[in-house]
């Protein structure tokens, strides 16, 4: 199984940046994908970025160019730069591992980690 942490989120003014990160744990070699997921009240949870294992990368395109995904040498751990943050983005963030285990595609979420953006 994959375990996911995630952590950097917090209060921020719109314009401002933020740093997210999310360290997996478990059959890490296993993992083909990690990406970030929000979710604002009331609202259902959406897409933000994925990155690949070969380091391809996706994006929402409201966060095109002002959000860069990246993950560690050892693909343990992925990053998500957010700037010029807009107070609408304000939302709980997760991480997401998809992962092949016994030949089957799963997909583990983080617990979480709330952004706020003041206006």
């Known amino acids: 199984q994959v375990q996911l942490v995630e952590s950097g989120g917090g209060l921020v003014q719109a314009g401002g940046s933020l740093r997210l990160s999310c360290a997996a744990s478990?059959?890490?070699?296993?993992?083909?994908?990690m990406g970030w997921f929000r979710q604002a009240p009331g609202k259902q949870r959406e897409l933000v970025a994925t990155?690949?294992?070969?380091?391809?990368?996706n994006y929402a395109d409201s966060v095109k160019g002002r959000f860069t995904i990246s993950t560690d040498n050892a693909k343990s751990t992925v990053y998500l730069q957010m700037n010029s943050l807009e107070p609408e983005e304000s939302a709980d963030y997760y991480c997401?591992?998809?992962?092949?285990?016994?030949?089957?595609?799963?997909?583990?979420w983080g617990q979480g980690t709330h952004v706020t953006v003041s206006s």
């Open positions: 997401y591992a998809e992962f092949v285990l016994a030949g089957t595609t799963r997909g583990s």
């Open positions: 990155i690949t294992r070969a380091g391809n990368t």
């Open positions: 478990g059959i890490i070699r296993s993992i083909n994908t």
